[in-house]
C-alpha cells in the first residue's frame, strides 16, 4: 500500500517524511489533491481543527467514491475527541 500524508505544517510534515518514509504534502486541507486511486483516508484528531468539517468530509468521500469501482471496498477512519 502507498501511503500519502497531508499537513499544514512544513515542520510536521518534515518529521512525518523522515520517520514514516512517505510523501507529505504541506496544504491546507481546503486545497489538498487526493491521489488517483486511493483507498482509504485516516483523519485522527483533525476534524476539530477544520473550519469547515463538513467540506472535508464531503470532498474526502467523493475521492474514495471516485475510485470505488477499481479498488473495491475503500474507507474512511476519522476520531475526534468525545467533548468536540
Known amino acids: 500500500m502507498n ?19 512517505v510523501e507529505v504534502q504541506v496544504t491546507p486541507v ?10 482509504a483516508v ?5 476534524l476539530e481543527h477544520l473550519l469547515e468539517p463538513r ?12 475510485s470505488r469501482p477499481t479498488r473495491g471496498v475503500n474507507d474512511l477512519w476519522a476520531e475526534a475527541p468525545s467533548r468536540w
Open 3 to 21: 501511503a500519502v500524508g497531508m499537513d499544514i505544517s512544513s515542520a510536521a510534515a518534515a518529521v512525518a517524511r523522515d520517520l514514516l518514509d
Open 55 to 66: 467540506d472535508f468530509l464531503a470532498s474526502t468521500a467523493q475521492a474514495l467514491l471516485r
Open 30 to 39: 481546503k486545497k489538498a489533491s487526493y491521489p488517483r486511486g486511493i483507498q
Open 42 to 46: 485516516v483523519a485522527f484528531h483533525v
